[in-house]
């Protein structure tokens, strides 16, 4: 996958991007943004461009087409590939909620069926493609995407890290997940994606201290010269203490950079993905 690629267009007119993940040789890994050609987020259309989200207010019919034209550009879902066999199945969601939960990622039919979760964990040694997902993916609007995979590419894993789930230790229990299903933490390779930044993630001053007293390499001051957080650098921090040794941050930050959905800059808005795919175990390519 290239850094970046734009592929099918949205019902709404915006091209799916991708900005590639380093997940190493076999795995493969992307984070969106809002769509090339995306118009601005107004208060007309806080979920203008590719918002993924089903939760956040957006209309659901649109969120599910949004949905499939990102499988279509990943080649996943129902379908067949020109010249080739059916797709692979589709993505694993999780509804998010701000803990240190690991589930293991599962075909879903419905909306409804995504497991409570801050990270979602996928083996592709575990059971035949037909009854596993393709990948599993993570929603952010501010807070971490973390991508995993193992060094063979057959476990990944998709984690939200926001304040509360990084301070409570999710990024820990996602390594120790895939350790539990043959993923070595020295072998893993880690991508983190569009976050907001410690320079713009201003806290109150008892947030800091007690986030800091739990997780000191968080302690961040703003551009402005005010408390903050760097969210970011506290999952780097925990995936070293883990034996993650290769980490890829590429530092983009959501408040600043448009392509991105923002809570923090636009309050109700949408939500990017971060997807990573499992490399195929039983002949089945993606």
Do not use: K
């Amino acid at each position: 996958m290239s850094t970046t690629g734009r592929h099918d267009e949205t019902p709404e007119g915006t091209a799916v991007e991708l900005l590639a993940a380093a997940l190493g040789p076999r795995a493969r890994g992307c984070f969106t943004t809002r769509g090339a050609g995306a118009p601005p987020v107004s208060a007309q259309d806080p979920y203008a461009g590719l918002n993924l989200a089903l939760h956040v207010g957006d209309d659901a019919a649109r969120v599910g087409r949004a949905r499939r034209r990102l499988e279509e550009a990943l080649g996943l879902g129902p379908g067949r590939r020109a010249g080739a066999g059916p797709r692979p199945p589709g993505l694993a969601w999780m509804n998010q909620i701000h803990s240190a939960v690991v589930a293991r990622a599962r075909l879903q039919t419905r909306p409804d069926d995504a497991p409570a979760a801050d990270a979602l964990v996928l083996s592709s040694r575990a059971s035949p493609a037909a009854r596993r997902p393709a990948g599993a993916a993570v929603m952010v609007a501010d807070c971490v995407p973390l991508l995993l995979a193992a060094d063979d590419g057959t476990i990944v894993a998709a984690v939200h890290a926001g304040r509360r789930g990084m301070l409570d230790g999710v990024v820990t229990a996602a390594v120790e997940a895939m350790a539990g299903l043959g993923a070595d933490p020295a072998g893993l390779w880690a991508a983190i994606g569009p976050a907001i930044c410690g320079s713009c993630y201003e806290v109150p001053e008892r947030m800091l201290q007690e986030a800091a007293a739990r997780e000191p390499a968080c302690a961040a001051l703003t551009r402005w010269g005010t408390p903050g957080l760097d969210i970011a650098a506290g999952v780097v921090a925990q995936l070293r203490r883990a034996g993650v040794r290769r980490i890829d941050r590429p530092g983009w930050c959501t408040y600043e950079d448009r392509r991105f959905y923002s809570h923090r800059r636009d309050g109700t808005t949408g939500r990017i993905v971060g997807a990573a795919l499992a490399a195929p175990t039983d002949g089945v390519g993606q």
